[in-house]
């Protein structure tokens, strides 16, 4: 078969082709089970285990009540209920789910990619797109569901738009069309929120001719107002829900100024570009001291910098003759702006879920250098070429064999976590983790040592860790080692009524009545009564009498 003829079979059957290395790369996490926030969202949320009050789902939030209450997802919540009642709770619903989903996902980025750039570009770029590693945190994990709808609604949208404008004006069935899709985004997860930017670069990048700016504006008009209608109502019902307009924790930032956030994306633009470009190790964990959260310049940084204003400049220069990787640039500037907490703080600095649509952006890029070295090589040498495509070729091979081997690594929270230790064997929390797991399943002495490299790992001022690990040793029959860990944390959360009982426990446990005593009654004085330490307090002055007692009862008469 001649390679023209090769050509048309693939723009004759691209779709499939989409369709099936989507698949290939997914498929292997068909068997997994829930892990990590699976448990807490789906096995352990009544809310979610039946269709028959759905529509209350609409009015909560999408963490439970016992998890903090926050984030407003309906629909995500919806399919879970839904999938869960089909299989009555097996994750096999909810994996196939995910994984037809993801092949939608990669369909319709490739039809996005073709209104914007020739058919070569979208079938590469959107090949790559499908085997991408980076995604199996996405695919393979239950909750990365709101991801995959997110995605496949702003594709569809950001098509349609373009789509419309190409043809002339946007009709009153696109504004609906495009409206419904944001607004189903939104109900996904909040960060579909970004649509009106995707389709502002959109707008300034497609080619209208000799169309005036004034003229753009009064075409697009309709669209953006609509789409600011629906963000101000899903905004005002979320706040409702959730009783404020706040995107996620501030654990991470504290009280830090808006520069350290800004400080802190630059810190990570290179663990973003090896995600994109070498995702051969990956991790469920980024947190310190892997990624710290950065409140001075420094050195560090510099590449960051160099990198972000690298691409600034390549796509300024390439606006006018190759608008498509201006494109690419954006699209990723507009999908990470949420991610990198530069718009608002998200409980976190670097998650591999979040550079999922970006990702589409990098594979663009990726595709046009591929095409454009193909076009060149036919004034020149023919076996750039066969370079070309066997690069394509292990490329995508390359990358749905990693994603078949990380997928499995969710197959549950066991297995998570003893994978993420192996991953980022310097991760306080991979250790906490695990330890934790360990605890909660009965076996707390197999949890110690993990633990234990937590707290040497850990910063030195987090006391919630140190207070687990104290726990951790009491539960293990290990009083003796907890003591210097309970000490240690009653200095940085002195009003800690648990943690006081807890450590007065430990001492009671050894036989040291007498300073569990004196620790439950400091806590009464600088908290006032509480009924657990009013009850340790009594406990210890029984023991203290009862000691005496026997003491009395042994002297000779």
């Given at each position: 078969?001649?390679?023209?003829?090769?050509?048309?079979?693939?723009?004759?059957?691209?779709?499939?082709?989409?369709?099936?290395?989507?698949?290939?790369?997914?498929?292997?996490?068909?068997?997994?089970?829930?892990?990590?926030?699976?448990?807490?969202?789906?096995?352990?949320?009544?809310?979610?285990?039946?269709?028959?009050?759905?529509?209350?789902?609409?009015?909560?939030?999408?963490?439970?009540?016992?998890?903090?209450?926050?984030?407003?997802?309906?629909?995500?919540?919806?399919?879970?209920?839904?999938?869960?009642?089909?299989?009555?709770?097996?994750?096999?619903?909810?994996?196939?789910?995910?994984?037809?989903?993801?092949?939608?996902?990669?369909?319709?980025?490739?039809?996005?990619?073709?209104?914007?750039?020739?058919?070569?570009?979208?079938?590469?770029?959107?090949?790559?797109?499908?085997?991408?590693?980076?995604?199996?945190?996405?695919?393979?994990?239950?909750?990365?569901?709101?991801?995959?709808?997110?995605?496949?609604?702003?594709?569809?949208?950001?098509?349609?738009?373009?789509?419309?404008?190409?043809?002339?004006?946007?009709?009153?069935?696109?504004?609906?069309?495009?409206?419904?899709?944001?607004?189903?985004?939104?109900?996904?997860?909040?960060?579909?929120?970004?649509?009106?930017?995707?389709?502002?670069?959109?707008?300034?990048?497609?080619?209208?001719?000799?169309?005036?700016?004034?003229?753009?504006?009064?075409?697009?008009?309709?669209?953006?107002?609509?789409?600011?209608?629906?963000?101000?109502?899903?905004?005002?019902?979320?706040?409702?829900?959730?009783?404020?307009?706040?995107?996620?924790?501030?654990?991470?930032?504290?009280?830090?100024?808006?520069?350290?956030?800004?400080?802190?994306?630059?810190?990570?633009?290179?663990?973003?570009?090896?995600?994109?470009?070498?995702?051969?190790?990956?991790?469920?964990?980024?947190?310190?001291?892997?990624?710290?959260?950065?409140?001075?310049?420094?050195?560090?940084?510099?590449?960051?910098?160099?990198?972000?204003?690298?691409?600034?400049?390549?796509?300024?220069?390439?606006?006018?003759t190759t608008p498509v990787v201006t494109f690419a640039f954006l699209w990723i500037a507009v999908t990470l702006a949420i991610p990198s907490n530069l718009i608002l703080v998200t409980g976190f600095v670097l998650a591999e879920r979040t550079?999922?649509?970006?990702?589409?952006?990098?594979?663009?890029?990726?595709?046009?250098?591929?095409?454009?070295?193909?076009?060149?090589?036919?004034?020149?040498?023919?076996?750039?070429?066969?370079?070309?495509?066997?690069?394509?070729?292990?490329?995508?091979?390359?990358?749905?064999?990693?994603?078949?081997?990380?997928?499995?690594?969710?197959?549950?929270?066991?297995?998570?976590?003893?994978?993420?230790?192996?991953?980022?064997?310097?991760?306080?929390?991979?250790?906490?983790?695990?330890?934790?797991?360990?605890?909660?399943?009965?076996?707390?002495?197999?949890?110690?040592?993990?633990?234990?490299?937590?707290?040497?790992?850990?910063?030195?001022?987090?006391?919630?860790?140190?207070?687990?690990?104290?726990?951790?040793?009491?539960?293990?029959?290990?009083?003796?080692?907890?003591?210097?860990?309970?000490?240690?944390?009653?200095?940085?959360?002195?009003?800690?009524?648990?943690?006081?009982?807890?450590?007065?426990?430990?001492?009671?446990?050894?036989?040291?009545?007498?300073?569990?005593?004196?620790?439950?009654?400091?806590?009464?004085?600088?908290?006032?009564?509480?009924?657990?330490?009013?009850?340790?307090?009594?406990?210890?002055?029984?023991?203290?009498?009862?000691?005496?007692?026997?003491?009395?009862?042994?002297?000779?008469?």
């Amino acid at each position: 078969m001649s390679g023209a003829k090769v050509s048309e079979a693939l723009r004759r059957h691209a779709g499939w082709i989409i369709v099936l290395l989507a698949i290939a790369a997914s498929i292997s996490g068909i068997r997994n089970g829930f892990a990590l926030d699976d448990v807490h969202i789906i096995v352990e949320n009544d809310r979610v285990h039946s269709l028959a009050h759905a529509w209350q789902l609409f009015g909560q939030t999408y963490w439970p009540p016992i998890e903090g209450a926050s984030l407003y997802r309906p629909l995500t919540m919806l399919l879970f209920a839904a999938e869960w009642v089909i299989g009555s709770g097996s994750p096999l619903p909810f994996h196939a789910v995910n994984i037809v989903l993801y092949a939608g996902v990669c369909l319709a980025l490739y039809r996005l990619l073709c209104v914007i750039t020739d058919e070569k570009v979208a079938l590469i770029a959107s090949a790559l797109f499908a085997v991408h590693p980076v995604h199996t945190e996405a695919v393979a994990n239950v909750v990365g569901q709101s991801e995959l709808l997110v995605a496949i609604t702003l594709f569809l949208a950001v098509e349609r738009y373009i789509r419309a404008r190409r043809s002339g004006n946007v009709g009153w069935r696109d504004v609906a069309t495009i409206s419904a899709l944001f607004l189903v985004g939104c109900l996904a997860k909040e960060h579909a929120i970004i649509l009106p930017g995707l389709l502002v670069i959109s707008e300034v990048l497609i080619n209208r001719g000799k169309e005036s700016f004034s003229v753009r504006i009064r075409k697009s008009a309709p669209t953006f107002v609509s789409l600011a209608m629906v963000a101000i109502a899903f905004v005002a019902v979320r706040a409702v829900v959730t009783g404020g307009f706040r995107g996620g924790s501030n654990e991470l930032f504290g009280y830090e100024a808006y520069y350290a956030r800004v400080l802190t994306m630059l810190t990570i633009v290179v663990e973003w570009l090896r995600l994109f470009f070498w995702p051969a190790q990956l991790s469920s964990d980024y947190s310190f001291p892997r990624t710290r959260v950065a409140t001075v310049p420094d050195i560090d940084m510099l590449p960051g910098i160099l990198v972000v204003a690298g691409c600034a400049v390549l796509a300024w220069r390439v606006r006018r003759t190759t608008p498509v990787v201006t494109f690419a640039f954006l699209w990723i500037a507009v999908t990470l702006a949420i991610p990198s907490n530069l718009i608002l703080v998200t409980g976190f600095v670097l998650a591999e879920r979040t550079l999922f649509l970006a990702s589409a952006g990098v594979t663009l890029m990726v595709a046009v250098g591929v095409v454009h070295l193909w076009k060149s090589a036919e004034y020149g040498t023919r076996n750039l070429h066969r370079i070309l495509a066997a690069a394509v070729a292990l490329l995508i091979v390359g990358g749905i064999a990693r994603s078949a081997t990380r997928n499995p690594v969710w197959r549950d929270n066991e297995s998570l976590f003893r994978h993420t230790v192996e991953d980022v064997p310097f991760s306080a929390r991979a250790h906490w983790m695990l330890a934790e797991y360990l605890a909660e399943t009965g076996r707390p002495r197999e949890g110690v040592d993990d633990m234990m490299v937590a707290v040497a790992l850990g910063r030195k001022n987090d006391g919630v860790m140190v207070a687990f690990a104290a726990d951790l040793l009491q539960a293990a029959d290990m009083c003796g080692r907890a003591m210097s860990l309970y000490k240690r944390a009653l200095t940085m959360k002195p009003r800690d009524e648990q943690l006081r009982y807890n450590a007065s426990l430990c001492l009671v446990k050894l036989g040291r009545v007498g300073e569990a005593r004196s620790i439950a009654r400091a806590g009464i004085q600088k908290s006032g009564g509480t009924p657990k330490l009013d009850r340790m307090v009594v406990l210890t002055d029984s023991l203290e009498m009862s000691r005496q007692s026997e003491k009395v009862a042994t002297i000779p008469r």
